[in-house]
């Protein structure tokens, strides 16, 4: 006679808990192609302004015949250690900006290149924008007393005489003048795209 008695089910193993997925790093955040075209586009123009201050100032010689005693008086930029480290200024902010133009547009063709070169064009910039900043103010100090003396110490004016080389000194102060907010401009920008960079915080960082 069979055994009515039914074997016992065996007991369900437990499903192996799933393993903790592994964080997802972020995707590393890369500079809009935009952002590095105008990065461009302004140290263009950075070379451009610096070439521009650079010629007028030099070409601004001129000499004046003085009746008394009969003699021409020539004046020039090299006359002046203002004027001398404005051209030297200058010149080394129009070199700067044809080797970062350059490097701004290989970053164009490198993808994530332009990330690892913002801190050092944030670094340089505000150098250069020092310098070209601290010879426009000197330049034109000097060609203030230029065009309205200084009686105090008895300084005379030379505008008066000298109308060409004050023109040609006021325009190149003023294109300086341009140069330098173009080098703010780069830096607003460097720092924006290097705020572009940092990736958002998530809730679960949040949490933590």
């Known amino acids: 006679m069979e055994s009515t008695d039914k074997p016992a089910p065996e007991p369900q193993k437990a499903a ?7 964080p997802v790093p972020p995707p590393e955040s890369k500079v809009p192609d935009r952002f590095v075209v105008a990065d461009v586009v302004l140290r263009v123009i950075l070379f451009a302004a610096a070439v521009t201050a650079v010629v007028v ?10 009746p008394v005693p009969r003699v ?11 004027f001398i480290y404005f ?3 200058l010149s080394v902010a129009g070199l700067y900006s044809i080797v970062t133009t350059v490097i701004s547009i290989l970053a164009l063709f490198k993808p994530g ?16 924008l020092g310098i070209v900043a601290a010879a426009t103010g000197a330049a034109g100090a000097v060609a203030y007393i230029g065009l309205k003396g200084n009686s105090h110490f008895g300084w005379a004016k030379i505008c ?16 300086s003048l341009f140069a330098a907010i173009v080098l703010v401009l780069l830096i ?10 940092i990736p958002p915080r998530r809730d679960s960082d949040i949490r933590k």
């Open 16 to 22: 192996p808990p799933p393993e903790a997925a592994a």
């Open 57 to 66: 100032m030099v070409t601004g010689n001129q000499t004046k015949h003085v």
């Open 72 to 82: 021409a008086v020539p004046e020039k930029f090299n006359y002046s250690p203002a």
């Open 87 to 89: 051209v030297a200024a």
């Open 113 to 128: 290149c332009s990330t690892k070169l913002l801190p050092h064009f944030v670094i340089f910039d505000v150098l250069i």
């Open 160 to 175: 008066n005489n000298y109308h060409k080389f004050c023109q040609h000194l006021a325009a190149s102060v003023a294109v």
């Open 188 to 197: 607003i920008l460097s720092a924006f795209s290097l705020s572009k960079k």
